[in-house]
């Protein structure tokens, strides 16, 4: 048995840095549970925020919100 997942993900997202500690506890228990299929994880960008300059900017505001 295969399994394929597609994330889709910013690396400077909070909530996705926490669903990806999810995913791979649920990885690790489908392995165990699983031990003869293989597991496929396809990772793909996605930017909250196109809208930010090259140099960056500053992140403060955004926590304070």
Same mark, same amino acid.
């Given at each position: 048995?295969?399994?394929?997942? $597609?994330?889709?993900s910013? *690396?400077?997202?909070?909530?996705? =840095?926490i669903?990806?500690r999810?995913? &791979? ?10 031990? $003869?299929?293989?597991?496929? *994880?396809?990772w793909?960008?996605? =930017? ?5 300059? &090259?140099?960056?900017e500053?992140?403060?505001r955004?926590?304070e919100?």
């Amino acid at each position: 048995m295969t399994l394929t997942i $597609d994330v889709v993900s910013d *690396v400077v997202c909070p909530w996705c =840095f926490i669903g990806k500690r999810h995913l &791979d506890k649920a990885l690790a228990q489908w392995r165990a549970e699983h031990p $003869d299929s293989m597991v496929t *994880v396809s990772w793909h960008p996605f =930017f909250l925020n196109p809208d930010t300059p &090259d140099a960056g900017e500053p992140y403060r505001r955004f926590l304070e919100m």
